[in-house]
Each structure stands twice: as C-alpha cells, then as structure tokens.
C-alpha cells in the first residue's frame, strides 16, 4: 500500500527566509503527487502537482517542488516566504490503480511564520 | 461558481444520537469523499464513491454511514456506534477521466460531541 512521510509535524522561519518541506512517499509505480495547503478551519487547496515529465514543478503562490525519484521524496520549496504563507502542507500521492482515484495524505507540516 | 458545499459549518451532537453532515458539488464530478482531520493525523479517508447509487469503505469507516442517491450529493451519517467522532470532516470531489486529477475540497464540517 503507498504511504506518505511528512517528517517535520511544524516549522518556524522567519518572513524572507527561504523554505523547504519534505515528503517521502512509498509507491510501486510511477507516482501522482501533490502538495495542498490549508488554512486554519478551511479546506484544501492544491498548491502544485506531478504526475510526468519535468522533475521541477512550478504551483501557485510562488511555490515549487522537486521529484527524485531515487529518493522517493517530493520536497516543497519557497525562496522567500510570507506572513500569509503560514498553515499546513499537505503532500499526497494518488492510487490510481484498478481504477480507484484515492488520496493518501501524509500527516503534514504546520508552517509559522515569524514576522 | 462552482465548487463544494458542506453544511454546517459547525455540529454539536449529544452522546448516542445520529447526525448527518451535507455535502454538495455542482462541478459535475463523478467522485466524492469523505475524510476525517484530527490534529497530527493527516486526512484519513472514511468513505467514496465513484459512481451513483454505489460507494466504498475507506480506511476507517466503522461508525459511519453514506448514500449516494444524486451524482451532486454525498451525505455523511454519523452514527451513534461511532465513539469518538469529534473531529473535523472534509468532503472532496475529483473528475475520473484520467489519473493525476485535482482533487478540490470543501470547507469543512467541525463537529463536536457535548
């Protein structure tokens, strides 16, 4: 079964510091990945997704992640953060197989922002 | 505009009753799900449907219940053998043309038992 790894459950930077958010995934095919976000009471929002081609993904709000696959990982990064940049990341990846398109989330990483 | 509706937005349930969460999407998805947020837990899957009239047990769907009678709706049922169901509920839609689809959500239900 695929899992997701969030290894980092909060993080603190400070505003215009640079930022990275690690996932580890456990997958036996080629692997549909996502980040979502969420602010505090709402629902998810898709920050960016992978699922071919380019190992760089560019998403909304000036994020962007990186696929190795030889690591098994799909890091976010942001070069320089904002205040509203703080909430929890969500990173899943899609089981697409015998037709079923469901979402396994890692646990997240809750992101405060100091100003 | 489209999107996802959950109604209410906030549900307090007395111990040993019932209660049914709404959920809503005029996006024309065929799928919808329904997960469970507790804090540090990620989003667990509880039930989904891919089709009307048919749905499946997610990976914690003991004290719950759903139906699917409208290809818009997908209503959650809380019921009383469930014993621990404060929590946050979200419900999702996706398209099922193809893997690698977005999946969007709605704003949640918080519910809490008094």
């Known amino acids: 079964a695929q899992s997701v790894t969030q290894p980092d459950i909060h993080i603190t930077v400070s505003e215009g510091a640079s930022l990275e958010l690690r996932c580890n995934y456990s997958y036996g095919a080629t692997p549909y990945l996502f980040w979502y976000v969420q602010s505090p009471g709402q629902g998810l929002q898709l920050l960016l997704k992978y699922f071919s081609g380019d190992t760089l993904v560019q998403g909304i709000k000036g994020f962007e992640a990186e696929f190795k696959r030889s690591q098994s990982s799909f890091n976010l990064r942001k070069p320089s953060v904002h205040w509203s940049d703080a909430a929890e990341y969500f990173c899943?990846?899609?089981?697409?197989?015998?037709?079923?398109?469901?979402?396994?989330f890692g646990k997240g990483t809750k992101l405060s922002v100091i100003p | 505009d489209g999107g996802i509706t959950q109604s209410p937005k906030y549900l307090f349930r007395k111990e040993g009753q019932n209660v049914t969460l709404s959920c809503e999407q005029n996006l024309n998805h065929d799928a919808m799900y329904w997960y469970r947020q507790d804090p540090g837990q990620g989003l667990r899957l509880i039930y989904y449907s891919q089709i009307v009239n048919d749905f499946q047990k997610g990976d914690i769907a003991e004290g719950y219940s759903v139906s699917r009678e409208k290809k818009e709706s997908f209503p959650l049922t809380v019921t009383s053998a469930q014993k621990n169901p404060t929590a946050f509920y979200l419900c999702a839609s996706m398209r099922t043309t193809g893997p690698g689809t977005e999946a969007f959500f709605g704003q949640g239900t918080r519910l809490t038992v008094v």
């Open positions: 899943a990846v899609e089981d697409s197989g015998a037709g079923s398109y469901q979402l396994t």
